[in-house]
């Protein structure tokens, strides 16, 4: 059993900084902010384990939840201002 | 631009080395009593039976009253910067009746985290964020308000939270004791109406914040594009 939970918390720290990791380096910031996502509901897992409910709670409903809501819409206005003016700056990798 | 990589390298690694310092010294600095053990033995005083409630709520009030506050300064920030984006087009038949059965369900999840936050894990922030999520399902689904009421009872409810909050404490002084210091058989209520306050001005301000500026009054929702 402990050997299971052994296995738990290495994988969910490997994911959570590899997740972290994608997150910083992504140029296109609406992947960004889904992988963003993705981290912070591992996150409020890494805080179950660590038994503190109540910041598991609020780091998955505000942190991950709504944080990323609110992200998303960010990111969207952003791409709408970018291609309403066009910047000298080269396109990016595709995939909008 | 190497130049600013290099510098935002070296402010990074500076960063780490002060959190692994912190990190360090949290382990093995002197074993006296710590917070946790002197909150376990105060928690019967604070009108709650959830130890983070009984810090968040009573005896560290006073940060949870600024963090209300700095909620507001933001959608006040939010506010001040521009109107609200267009909104989506409205939902075909099976997403609206979806809604239709989520919003109702996240309302009640709300008040049931709101409540629970006495004895379990739960409280204003996650009933809050969850009024808020309802918001963002009602905005998705198309309505371009997000539920919330019109602008002038929105302002009520979104400074509900930082008023009720220093009304209480206010009070609390005028009546002899210190600012949110509670007295032990009023303390569960003064939480209680504190907190459904902050809730729901969370939840409004979230959802506010959502619809990323004011409301346009002569906007009349049907979708129109900037």
Known sequence: ?96 | MKRREAAITALVLVLSVVLAWAFWNAFSGPTGDRLAELTATRVPESGVTNPVTAVLLNFRAYDTLLELAVLLAAILGIWAVGKASPGFLPAGAVLRALVGLIVPLLIIAGGYMLWVGGHAPGGAFQAGALLGAAGVTLRLAGYPAAGLPPEALLRVTIGLGVLIFTLCGVALMALGYGFLTYPLDLAKWLILVIETAATLSIGATLAAAYLGGRADPTDSGDGVTR
């Not at chain 1, 981290?39 to 409910?53: D, S």
């Open chain 1, 1 to 96: 059993m402990s050997a299971l939970l052994l296995a738990l918390d290495g994988l969910l720290s490997i994911s959570v900084v590899a997740l972290a990791w994608a997150t910083v380096t992504r140029r296109e910031p609406r992947q960004a902010v889904i992988l963003f996502i993705a981290f912070g509901l591992l996150l409020a897992l890494v805080w179950a384990r660590l038994r503190a409910p109540d910041v598991a709670l609020a780091e998955a409903a505000i942190g991950a939840g709504l944080g990323g809501a609110l992200m998303l819409a960010a990111a969207r206005r952003a791409l709408i201002q970018r291609d309403a003016a066009p910047s000298p700056a080269p396109p990016e990798e595709a995939g909008r």
